[in-house]
């Protein structure tokens, strides 16, 4: 990547921000809204929106153990461009709840999914920009690739994070396998009870581990770790990570959709991938290990930060935003 590339998508000073049009961004930490909530699917989902109302949408999503201000500042600067935004929070994180206490409490990929769809339709959105990191990557993979009708175009941190559970039953080399040492660790009943009760602490751990070089402070965590007092987040977290390392069976009422998402299908939308220089889980080879994956038109950035891109470089994530509506 030239001096010039880097300088461009590489968290981009105030005034190349604005000669890219993006305008500048409030202090790190201002709220970007209130909280709304709105019935969708099995969920009453808690979101927040900015930019006009018939703007071209985009659906911004987060991860774990992240929430909706990864993109505190990156929402205003695509609203500024006239996008409606959209910031879920997942379930069981923030004010997302279950509307109904019988609903079982399911984390498989296929229902993150769905529950953007709803989501979706409760709004009126039909084909939104969908962009995100670690489980929101994951979730706008699946939309892109098993229904295309539904996304205009794709920003997809990590490229392709399509879980195939049988697959993910063989060993990685041992750096690797360390990195997920929090997996191994919710595996065990020890792990549900010290995610219960040290899950700030274990959050902050996976933030500084995950990032090495982002210097946050205490009440950008704070602001942050307030989502996981959700009553389903444990459940949730759980879960998810044990339905990946095949110690779950997943819910039949998934089941062609998972099968679908075993044969890892291709992502045909516009799609923009970004990689973190110093995340531990960027894939090697510069987006070469995931680039067949996307068959159409398709760009690929690498920024020096690491797992957390939104909001560790968020003028440059939101160019990729902007581009990836363009491609």
Request: hydrophobic share 45%; proline share 8%.
């Amino acid at each position: 990547m030239t001096t010039l590339h880097r300088r461009h998508f590489l968290g981009l000073t105030a005034g190349a921000a604005l000669a890219t049009g993006l305008g500048v961004p409030g202090k790190a930490g201002e709220p970007f809204g209130p909280v709304k909530q709105i019935d969708a699917g099995v969920l009453s989902v808690g979101y927040v929106e900015a930019g006009p109302a018939d703007g071209p949408p985009v659906i911004l999503m987060h991860g774990f153990p992240y929430d909706i201000h990864s993109y505190a500042e990156v929402a205003p600067l695509l609203a500024a461009q006239g996008h409606r935004v959209i910031v879920p929070y997942f379930r069981g994180y923030g004010t997302t709840r279950f509307l109904a206490d019988a609903t079982p409490r399911n984390a498989e990929q296929a229902a993150f999914a769905l529950d953007i769809i709803a989501l979706m339709d409760a709004l009126k959105i039909r084909e939104p920009i969908l962009a995100g990191f670690d489980w929101g990557s994951r979730t706008g993979d699946i939309i892109a690739a098993l229904w295309p009708q539904r996304s205009k175009a794709l920003v997809s941190v990590s490229g392709y994070l399509v879980t195939n559970v049988e697959a993910n039953q063989m060993p990685l080399p041992p750096r690797a396998e360390w990195a997920w040492w929090y997996q191994y660790y919710f595996a065990t009943q020890r792990g549900v009870l010290g995610l219960d009760k040290y899950r700030r602490d274990l959050a902050e751990l996976v933030w500084k581990f995950s990032s090495p070089t982002w210097h946050f402070d205490a009440a950008t965590f704070e602001r942050t770790a307030a989502a996981f007092d959700n009553p389903d987040y444990v459940r949730i977290v759980i879960g998810n990570y044990r339905w990946r390392l095949g110690l779950l069976k997943g819910d039949p009422r998934y089941a062609s959709i998972e099968r679908q998402l075993s044969e890892g299908p291709a992502i045909a939308v516009p799609a923009i991938t970004i990689d973190g220089r110093y995340d531990p889980f960027t894939p090697p080879g510069n987006g070469s290990a995931y680039r067949a994956k996307f068959t159409g038109k398709y760009e690929h950035r690498v920024f020096d930060v690491g797992h957390n891109v939104p909001q560790e470089a968020p003028q440059a994530f939101a160019q990729a935003v902007i581009d990836a509506n363009h491609l």
